[in-house]
């Protein structure tokens, strides 16, 4: 079935440091993939998205891109900033309702 | 910005009990979700809700669990008795849409420990 596997954590860089946390999946045909960011003590948010193979999602300096090849959908980012603080969820759907996540990822951000 | 509500935040019941997780969804969205989290595991899809019906359940989501929309703004998860394996963070969502494409937007969590 379709699953979602991500870098365990937690992690820890320094401000203006890159980031990457891997991501790929199982899936059959084209799910679309989803990052989430969790800040503490909020929901999950929409960090970005990409629904079809090469597709680049990028929002707030982050990145991801969609590599059918090898069925990943890492994060990265050039500068990392306290603020980016938090739990990352990479995430699939397919045809149905449902999301099918990661575990998360928690980055810490130290200046 | 709208945004998913829950409550309560946190959640601490004895085993057997009933509990009631509270949402209320994105004003104009039509179908809501409920997921939950087990410390250290995944994010698991439990149910989706359209038009006063399920959609798509989970295998988790078995006799034990039920949703309602009570009103016309509020969406509750009701676990009827209670377990331990059910302590773990509860996410509600809510969409405008269905679809592969569809953003689901989620709220805070209900954090829930069954003693």
């Known amino acids: 079935g379709d699953s979602v596997t991500q870098m365990e954590g937690p992690v820890t860089l320094s401000e203006e440091a890159f980031l990457t946390i891997n991501c790929t999946y199982t899936?059959?045909?084209?799910?679309?993939l989803f990052w989430y960011v969790q800040y503490p003590g909020e929901g999950l948010q929409l960090l970005l998205k990409?629904?079809?193979?090469?597709d680049k999602g990028s929002n707030k300096g982050f990145e991801a891109t969609y590599r059918k090849e090898t069925t990943s959908f890492h994060l990265e980012k050039g500068s990392v900033q306290v603020s980016d603080s938090a739990v990352y969820f990479c995430a699939l759907r397919h045809t149905g309702n449902q999301f099918y996540f990661g575990t998360g990822t928690s980055l810490t951000v130290i200046p | 910005e709208p945004e998913v509500t829950q409550t309560p935040s946190h959640q601490v019941t004895q085993m057997g009990q009933e509990v009631i997780l509270r949402c209320v969804p994105i004003?104009?969205?039509?179908?809501f979700y409920w997921y939950r989290q087990i410390l250290g595991q995944k994010v698991e899809f439990l149910v989706s809700?359209?038009?006063?019906?399920?959609?798509?359940k989970s295998e988790i989501f078995d006799d034990q669990f039920s949703v309602e929309r009570p009103d016309g703004s509020n969406f509750t998860l009701k676990i009827r008795s209670t377990k331990l394996e059910d302590s773990a963070m509860y996410f509600c969502?809510?969409?405008?849409?269905?679809?592969?494409?569809?953003?689901?937007?989620f709220g805070p969590g209900t954090r829930l420990l069954v003693l």
């Open positions: 004003s104009n969205h039509l179908y």
């Open positions: 899936a059959t045909g084209y799910p679309s």
């Open positions: 969502a809510s969409s405008e849409a269905t679809g592969g494409q569809e953003t689901q937007y």
């Open positions: 990409a629904t079809k193979a090469d």
């Open positions: 809700f359209y038009n006063n019906e399920i959609s798509e």
